[in-house]
């Protein structure tokens, strides 16, 4: 089994890099994700307004299956950070993993950085709120309450207490975009929060918000494995009917 998962990381690296060049020369089609949509209307307004975007990243560790959510976060933290910086009022990243929130505090820092403004870089924008995911979602709370944050996007690895963070969202009136790779959180955020990705919307944000030809081409890795899986099940069950195995 081992062997099986290496060789499907090293397909999919394969096929990613090709796919990368050849997006260069002709991008994909995307379609429409609404909640994304209205996620640039919601970070256009904030600055406009002079009020803060608000990311949470979850609160899980970068060394677990699960790390590929938080790291989806980092990467739009660092496309709104490069197009927000010169804000009044910059914006805020939040997590419960202590490893993530130093990661979180320099994609900040190079998003300035990438936007000429280095010197309006303010450590004190990337927080740890918790080290347990209750506390973490308790810690975070205060911000949406006090900092003037006008819009809020979950982006991670959370659990049902991404409910308690859409429940003080809405209390305020903020725009709140949900996303999550654990099924417990999806269905609270569904039921929560106003604008929700679904699944593997939550990888596709990166080549929505206009970031590399590799994220698009992530999503093309992504439909060739899903397919795979799909044809590898569909000839299992031909072949058990079969009686071949």
């Known amino acids: 089994m081992n062997l099986i998962g290496l060789g499907v990381v090293v397909l999919s690296a394969i096929l990613l890099l090709a796919l ?27 600055v406009e307004d002079g009020t803060r975007l608000f990311i949470a990243l979850g609160n ?16 739009m933290l660092r496309h709104l950070t490069e197009r927000t910086s010169l804000s009044d009022n910059p914006p805020i990243a939040a997590s419960g993993e202590s490893a993530l929130t130093l990661l979180a505090q320099d994609t900040l820092e190079a998003g300035y950085k990438a936007a000429g403004a280095a010197e309006f870089y303010q450590p004190t924008t990337g ?8 506390s973490s979602a308790v810690g975070t709370m205060p911000i949406l309450f006090d900092e003037n944050v006008s819009a809020s996007i979950l982006i991670g690895h959370f659990g049902v207490e991404s409910a308690l963070i859409a429940d003080a969202a809405d209390r305020e009136n903020e725009f709140l975009l949900g996303s999550s790779d654990d099924l417990s959180a999806q269905a609270a955020l569904y039921a929560s929060a106003p604008e929700v990705l679904i699944g593997e919307e939550l990888f596709a944000t990166g080549a929505y918000l206009g970031a590399t030809a590799s994220h698009e081409a ?15 099940l569909l000839a299992g069950a031909a072949l058990k009917f079969l009686g071949v195995i």
């Open 127 to 134: 927080r740890l709120t918790g080290l347990t995911p209750f």
């Open 218 to 232: 992530s999503l093309t890795v992504q439909d060739i494995l899903r397919w795979a899986i799909i044809l590898i």
């Open 60 to 75: 899980t560790s970068l060394l677990t299956p699960s790390a590929g959510a938080p790291l989806a976060g980092l990467g």
């Open 20 to 46: 990368s060049i050849i997006k260069r020369k002709s991008p994909i089609k995307l379609r429409v994700i609404p909640a994304l949509s209205k996620l640039y209307r919601a970070f256009g307004l904030s």
